[in-house]
């Protein structure tokens, strides 16, 4: 299993959860952060001089996928949040050793495709 977390533009979100939702992928986390990258923010420019923001608002997108899917889910992220302008942000993998669903208590890749049949109002 993967970890992908995807960093992107704040306006962006709504298309790479629609991108992400169409190719199947419903769960993920989704985080504001800051950070900037090798252009070290933006200036702008001021009555009284320039301004340096140094740190740029961005979003901060998690998902847990199979090995099979992360490639998917990468170009998907890619796709959806690119402007081809700097500042669109990165998207790192790392491993998954182990996964649990707190309700169940059940583990493993199966967690991420078995989904229980009871409805939400069900449940309530």
Known sequence: MKKVEGIIREEKLE????????????????TQVSGR????GISLQWR??????????KIKIEVVVSDKDCPT?????CEAGRTGSFGDGMIFVMPVEQICRVRTGESGEAVLTNHNKQSLTEAI
């Open 15 to 30: 298309a790479v959860k629609k991108a992400l939702e169409d190719k199947g992928f419903i769960g993920l986390t989704v």
């Open 37 to 40: 990258g090798q252009q070290k």
């Open 48 to 57: 009284v001089g320039e301004y340096r923001v140094d740190l740029l608002p």
């Open 73 to 77: 889910v990468m170009e998907t992220i």
